[in-house]
T-cell receptor, first 113, second 113 residues
Framework: EAQVTQNPRYLITVTGKKLTVTCSQN?????MSWYRQDPGLGLRQIYY???????DKGDVPEGYKVSRKEKRNFPLILESPSPNQTSLYFC????????????FGPGTRLTVL | GENVEQHPSTLSVQEGDSAVIKCTYS??????FPWYKQELGKGPQLIID?????GEKKDQRIAVTLNKTAKHFSLHITETQPEDSAVYFC????????????FGTGTRLTIIP
């Protein structure tokens, strides 16, 4: 089954404790992206990657890191989480061809205390 | 950068009636406009999209219209059913389509049986 998977689905942590949210896709997509979703703000792009070893900042990259060492994986790293990073996070992937769409993962709900 | 405004934020309609959600965008370079449906506990899923060389597109009960001059596009759902209840997001992109999406803030649609 073609899908985007994220782990963990739920995470409660404390300020300053480094964490990684994993994202994996099995569709051989070149493009991958991370979004955060907050009430009243919609989805905002954090980082995106056009292909392996190619990453770029989205609209809200502060406090986040990413890496793209393999085509299928695109982990999101919070080196020192803060309460304002409490949010619902979505990973997405897509083929870089005209007419294709982004496929979203099920989301990770992160709470930073 | 691009700014996408979406209205209304909430919408309730009787089952069988039509629902209309409207979005405006700011960047005249945008040429790809998808609509996503997000059900409770899931990631957004594409339901229909339109490109700037087309004024209207229809897929069964769902249609999207685009007015590039006025920089606005709308989602129309006819003969609404309870399973249409969800949060709907519009988005805009100046690229191929699945990259650099800027999302609206979402509309929570409730279908009243």
């Amino acid at each position: 089954e073609a899908q985007v998977t994220q782990n963990p689905r739920y995470l409660i942590t404390v300020t300053g404790k480094k964490l990684t949210v994993t994202c994996s896709q099995n569709m051989n997509h070149e493009y991958m992206s991370w979004y955060r979703q907050d009430p009243g703000l919609g989805l905002r792009q954090i980082y995106y990657s056009m292909n392996v070893e190619v990453t770029d900042k989205g609209d809200v990259p502060e406090g986040y890191k990413v890496s793209r060492k393999e085509k299928r994986n695109f982990p999101l790293i919070l080196e020192s989480p803060s309460p304002n990073q409490t949010s619902l996070y979505f990973c997405a992937s897509g083929a870089r061809v005209k007419g294709d769409t982004q496929y979203f993962g099920p989301g990770t709900r992160l709470t930073v205390l | 950068g691009e700014n996408v405004e979406q209205h209304p934020s909430t919408l309730s309609v009787q089952e069988g009636d039509s629902a209309v959600i409207k979005c405006t965008y700011s960047d005249s370079a945008s040429n790809y406009f998808p609509w996503y449906k997000q059900e409770l506990g899931k990631g957004p899923q594409l339901i229909i999209d339109i490109r700037s060389n087309v004024g209207e597109k229809k897929d069964q009960r769902i249609a999207v219209t685009l007015n590039k001059t006025a920089k606005h596009f709308s989602l129309h759902i006819t003969e609404t059913q309870p399973e249409d209840s969800a949060v709907y997001f519009c988005a805009a992109s100046p690229l191929f389509g699945n990259e650099k999406l800027t999302f609206g803030t979402g509309t929570r649609l409730t279908i009243i049986p």
